[in-house]
């Protein structure tokens, strides 16, 4: 049934995005439609429920449904150095660029629970930059951004980590970054000094500083062209001349009304420069 979508189908979600904006001011209208119908139709599973009307009512009249069906639109699968030959460009052909700055500003766009931002602080850390830069981590899940700032995550995730971030090009013991607590790992405080996590939606919000790196992976494939183009507008507004864009693997430029503001710099890692 989901992989079909009837007209009456389609006016149920679109009803149901437009209730959820005006009522809490989330704003899901522009997200890729095969996506959103997966999740709409995972939580009328789960509610015990049989019609997408009947998952408006309770969303309209219940804020906890509310806040299950937010969840389900907020993707948060990440892990430390995720795609390792990615940190691995980051380490040896972006920091080399961008080390005589006298300050980095580095922007990690939807960060989730954070695995990848403190990473990044681990990379800069080796580096001998991490002192003279700024890491802001934003997503829209409130609750997500409170795990990041904890800086915590799972022992059963740590073998494949250190794995990533040997393939990443780290040298070190990457013990020395953590500290394991019963069956959960505690990031080193120093990392978390200069990142700030704030909430910021990439739907309605507005660029809120000039960024020498921007990490925007796996955020775009969620969207639909519109507002695809749209982020892009924002990404590159927030991108200072000559800076960084990172992109997933699955994502790109192309087709967008700001393709020909950017260069390749490295396309196997969907590394770009913005050029003018």
Known sequence: MQ???????KIEIELLLEAIYRYYGYDFRNYALPFIQ???WFRVRNEKLSTISALQEKV??????MERLFADFSINVTEMFRDPSFFKSIRTKVIPLLRENPSIRIWHVGCSTGEEVYSMAILLY????????QIYATDINTHILEKAKQGICSIDGMQLYTKNYFESGGER??????????NRVVFQSFLKKNIVFAEHSLVSDQ???EFDLIICRNVLIYFN???QNKV????????????FLGLGKREGIGFSSYENFFEGFDSKEKLYRKWK
């Open 207 to 209: 660029s809120f500083n």
């Open 225 to 227: 062209k519109n507002l």
């Open 3 to 9: 992989n079909q979508i009837s007209e009456l189908e």
């Open 232 to 243: 892009h507008q924002l990404l590159y507004e927030s991108l200072r001349l000559r800076g």
């Open 60 to 65: 309209l009249h219940n804020p906890e449904v």
């Open 126 to 133: 080796e580096e001998g930059i991490y002192e003279k830069t």
């Open 38 to 40: 997966r999740r709409i």
């Open 173 to 182: 013991a990457f013990s020395e970054y953590y500290k394991a607590v019963g």
